[in-house]
């Protein structure tokens, strides 16, 4: 299986950025659509955006216009740019194959904290 590492979480005040990044062990084209999720302790993964081999996005609606996906197959890594930060947005983020049906083994995971 392929493996996954994210990167690029940290604290941000409310109304700041990041840009997380997701390195895969091999090719995110044979896997197809990826996704980032985030998880909140006691609460269930949710699948916040998505993109596809082709470019396509999608988003789940509390983060549309705030967050973008992006792609780089030739380096196996996806991105998630995060802007107008909440403390909502408060959670351990992760990438893998979208839908969650299609899920490689899950990586670490990086802590966002919106925080004044």
């Known amino acids: 299986q392929v493996q996954l590492v994210e990167s690029g979480g940290g604290l941000v005040q409310p109304g700041g950025s990041l840009r997380l990044s997701c390195a895969a062990s091999?090719?995110?084209?044979?896997?197809?659509?990826m996704g980032w999720y985030r998880q909140v302790p006691g609460k269930q993964r949710e699948l916040v955006a998505v993109?596809?081999?082709?470019?396509?996005?999608n988003y789940v609606n509390s983060v549309k216009g705030r967050f973008t996906i992006s792609r780089d197959n030739a380096k196996n890594t996806v991105y998630l740019q995060m802007d107008s930060l909440k403390p909502e947005d408060t959670a351990v983020y992760y990438c893998?194959?979208?839908?969650?049906?299609?899920?490689?083994?899950w990586g670490q995971g990086t802590q966002v904290t919106v925080s004044s």
């Open positions: 893998n194959a979208a839908p969650e049906s299609r899920a490689e083994s």
């Open positions: 091999g090719s995110i084209f044979r896997i197809g659509a």
């Open positions: 993109i596809t081999n082709g470019g396509r996005t």
